[in-house]
């Protein structure tokens, strides 16, 4: 729901090429799907916030970015789609 024009099909198989996903929020999570474990996160990360005393820190800080082994910073990945595997009779 939250990519709607990210996709040719009613599927999530059905990726396009050079699609940008968003990816929702944890409120747009438990708001759409009603899942009690993104309710208790919300509610983990409201009592979170409340004991340090930061102001809007309710919301998870975005977390620093990590170095993987062998990648080459300063450019963007290129992801490609990939083709599911085929099945072996």
């Known amino acids: 729901a939250a990519n709607p024009t990210a996709f040719s099909g009613k599927s999530i198989d059905h990726l396009k ?8 929020t944890l409120r747009e999570i438990a708001d759409y799907t ?19 005393g930061t102001p809007g820190s309710a919301q998870p800080q975005s977390p620093q970015p990590t170095t993987v082994p062998g990648a080459v910073t300063g450019s963007k990945p290129e992801i490609k789609p990939t083709q599911p595997p085929s099945l072996v009779r």
């Open 17 to 24: 090429e050079n699609a940008t996903l968003r990816v929702p």
């Open 34 to 52: 009603g899942s009690g474990v993104a309710k208790q996160l919300l509610e983990q990360q409201a009592t979170a916030g409340k004991t340090t």
